[in-house]
Antibody
Framework: QITLKESGPTLVKPTQTLTLTCTFSGFSLSTSGVGVGWIRQPPGKALEWLALSYWNDDNRYSPSLKTRLTITKDTSRNQVVLTMTNMDPVDTGTYYC??????????????WGQGTLVTVSS | QSVLTQPPSVSGALGQRVTISCTGSSSNIGARYDVHWYQQLPGTAPKLLIYNNNIRPSGVPDRFSGSKSGTSASLAVTGLQAEDEADYYCQSYDNGPSGSTVLFGGGTKLTVL
């Protein structure tokens, strides 16, 4: 059974750096075709993809946010960490960690964590 | 403004059929990239509903179906039930000037009358 859970601060101040941890079970991030992704959702708005980390150490970032994002994985601890610098109130939202499975040339997000609400305010 | 365009809302009566469109362009859906659909019930995390255009994960009722043609994709829900009331998002990929990226549609709120 695949599960993922996000953890991190619920409140950050503008200009600070956000660090979120995804702790997962039921799969290994060293298995071919597997990855972990981060997606966020501002209150009442649509989903936005942020970053992903593949089993083969390939990391990808949203082009619009890539200068602010870093994703790292710790395969032995079953964790993936996302950092986002220079936080702004517009970054307020629920941040989801997801399991990614490759299917042919593409992938989809087949398991999601419950999400963690991050508020950016002074 | 999402690159993948969905109607903000659709509605249908119990037992009816509704469709939700997802319109892209030649650099995403039209580039033969697969489309996936997610259902988000109120106050919960999204759930994978359809992947690779038309495949249902185990446990998803066959009332849900997906299709893709050209630069658009559609999600159809037949035999509407009250528990289908949720937000629905399409997802694909884009390989434009900004680089490769994962795209989500703006979401569609399905109301069951």
């Amino acid at each position: 059974q695949i599960t993922l859970k996000e953890s991190g601060p619920t409140l950050v101040k503008p200009t600070q750096t956000l660090t979120l941890t995804c702790t997962f079970s039921g799969f290994s991030l060293s298995t071919s075709g597997v990855g972990v992704g981060w997606i966020r959702q501002p209150p009442g708005k649509a989903l936005e993809w942020l970053a992903l980390s593949y089993w083969n150490d390939d990391n990808r970032y949203s082009p619009s946010l890539k200068t602010r994002l870093t994703i790292t994985k710790d395969t032995s601890r079953n964790q993936v960490v996302l950092t986002m610098t220079n936080m702004d109130p517009v970054d307020t939202g629920t941040y989801y960690c997801t399991h990614i499975i490759m299917s042919g040339r593409f992938f989809h997000f087949d398991y999601w964590g419950q999400g963690t609400l991050v508020t950016v305010s002074s | 403004q999402s690159v993948l365009t969905q109607p903000p809302s659709v509605s249908g009566a119990l037992g009816q059929r509704v469709t939700i469109s997802c319109t892209g362009s030649s650099s995403n859906i039209g580039a033969r990239y697969d489309v996936h659909w997610y259902q988000q019930l109120p106050g919960t995390a999204p759930k994978l509903l359809i992947y690779n255009n038309n495949i249902r994960p185990s446990g998803v009722p066959d009332r849900f179906s997906g299709s893709k043609s050209g630069t658009s994709a559609s999600l159809a829900v037949t035999g509407l039930q009250a528990e289908d009331e949720a937000d629905y998002y399409c997802q694909s990929y884009d390989n434009g000037p900004s680089g490769s990226t994962v795209l989500f549609g703006g979401g569609t709120k399905l109301t069951v009358l």
